[in-house]
């Protein structure tokens, strides 16, 4: 005889099914039952100013799991100044290493739909902060800003990579390899610090266009880019610290070096005397084993433009700088690199030019004639400073990308929300060495061979902990 439950204990099974179920539903909603308990989000891109479109429409964040587990963004909170927040109540698995999109409307980006569409966050487009907080209210990522570029997400933080990870090596072999043919040509704008300092390398020939702010972190570069006993050309852009002061490592005692020749312009700078590298050029030349040039005159045949043809084919076009002006920044020496293939690279370096000498540049120059100002790649002015970059400026060369030397902490506000501002209104993406490294550019000297760009790390139009909104005259009404 079969016996039947009484009445009682199927109401006690019945809610034993209950609490379990409530039980599994509230694992799922938390991550237990799925696995996903990481506490690795980050807070990886914001657009805090969209253009296209309005910012209720338009604005974005994009979070990232750095961690090797999936993570769950139940209970998780975004909290911006002067906003109410947003607390997400619902389960949304980000995989290791994966992104997630929230924004503030289903359409915010174009071909991607966002994960959850929040409220009760307005970001600033000047002054404003972004708070991700964990389930436990611990703040576990932040992002602050000044004066935001229009248009363009404010690159924070990616996924760290492992050691092993496969894009790792490949960028650290990048980085470092030499050239892989004759003609390949090389340039490597070097991660030294608040400064500029670009190798350059071509079927056998290696230029050295500024040393940065210290010779410790120019020996490093050199040695691991296995840069030991000649460089043909040394340029110097014009005589200030961040820019001569690693060149004193070329010419140190426990380092046998050769340097060829070199380009400077004689400007009676007393940082650059007392640092004896006029001298040590001066004994270089008695004894011949390196030529001085004069930029002022840089064939010394009258010439305003005097051409270097590298081993591999590649060409320097280094210019006569702006005369008679006190400022040494617009005392800086214009440079053009062309390519073995002129079709597939080219780039121009200025220095610390400002809006003076980019204006003479266009005028009483010649120099949108000969050698003419395009390039593909614009090593940016000033490390990022809003006095280097004008609306002219970029019409002028017409960049499909800007690459910019600085520290990660200066005192100088680099690069400036209006320098950033300016590129992201002309669609020009930049990569910076305090966020992204040393960053590298190849192109293999052949017709249609292009070029590409490495980088040690993060992406493009990242931000900064100086970047800031610059006061000064000269960018007033950027």
């Known amino acids: 005889m079969k016996l039947l439950p009484s009445p009682l204990a199927r109401s006690h099974r019945r809610l034993g099914r209950t609490l379990l179920l409530l039980a599994l539903a509230g694992c799922r909603g938390r991550g237990g039952a799925s696995g996903a308990a990481g506490r690795d989000l980050a807070i990886a891109r914001v657009m805090a100013d969209p253009t296209t479109v309005a910012d209720d429409r338009g604005e974005w ?107 790792v090596q490949e960028n650290a072999r990048a980085t470092i390899a030499p050239p892989a043919t004759a003609r390949e040509l090389v340039v490597h704008v070097l991660d030294v610090g608040q400064g500029d300092a670009i190798l350059i390398q071509n079927g056998g020939s290696t230029v050295l266009v500024d040393g940065g702010p210290d010779r410790r972190a120019l020996g490093r570069w050199l040695d691991a880019l296995h840069v030991r006993d000649t460089i043909d050309a040394v340029i110097l852009s014009h005589v200030h610290g961040d820019h001569f002061e690693g060149l004193r490592e070329l010419f140190s005692s426990r380092r046998p070096m050769t340097v060829r020749e070199l380009w400077w312009n004689g400007d009676a700078a007393p940082n650059f005397t007392f640092t004896g590298l006029p001298d040590t050029l001066a004994a270089h030349t008695r004894a011949r084993t390196t030529t001085v040039h004069d930029t002022d005159d840089p064939c010394g045949d009258g010439r305003s433009v005097c051409t270097l ?51 003479w540049f266009q005028t009483a120059s010649g120099y949108t004639r000969a050698p003419g100002m395009h390039a593909d790649v614009l090593k940016a002015n000033h490390h990022g400073s809003c006095d280097g970059v004008s609306d002219l400026y970029l019409d002028l060369v017409r960049p499909a990308l800007v690459v910019a030397s600085l520290g990660a902490v200066n005192d100088y506000g680099h690069m400036h929300a209006q320098a950033k501002a300016t590129y992201a209104r002309h669609g020009i993406p930049w990569y910076r060495t305090d966020q992204n490294g040393t960053i590298t550019l190849r192109t293999p000297g052949t017709p249609g061979g292009g070029y590409t760009v490495t980088v040690e790390r993060g992406a493009a139009n990242a931000i900064g902990p100086s970047d800031r909104k610059s006061y000064q005259p000269d960018c007033a009404g950027m």
């Open 61 to 167: 964040i994009e979070l990232t799991n750095t961690g090797t587990v999936a993570a769950d963004l139940f209970g998780w909170e975004l909290r911006s100044a002067n906003d109410a927040g947003y607390v997400v109540h619902r389960s949304i698995l980000v995989p290791p290493r994966g992104t997630v999109l929230l924004a503030r409307s289903a359409d915010a980006v174009r071909g991607a739909r966002p994960a959850l569409v929040y409220t009760g966050i307005i970001l600033g487009n000047g002054a404003d902060w972004l708070v991700l907080r964990d389930p436990d209210g611990t703040t576990r990522d932040s992002l602050a800003w000044r004066s935001p570029p229009r248009g363009v997400a404010l690159e924070h933080r990616r996924a760290t990579a492992e050691a092993g990870d496969v894009r």
């Open 309 to 359: 043809v590298l081993k591999g084919g590649a060409r320097l076009h280094i210019m006569r700088p702006m005369p008679d002006v006190l400022d040494e920044n617009d005392r800086s020496t214009a440079v053009k690199l062309v390519g073995p293939d002129s079709a597939s690279f080219t780039m121009w370096l200025a220095g610390d030019a400002e809006h003076d000498a980019i204006r």
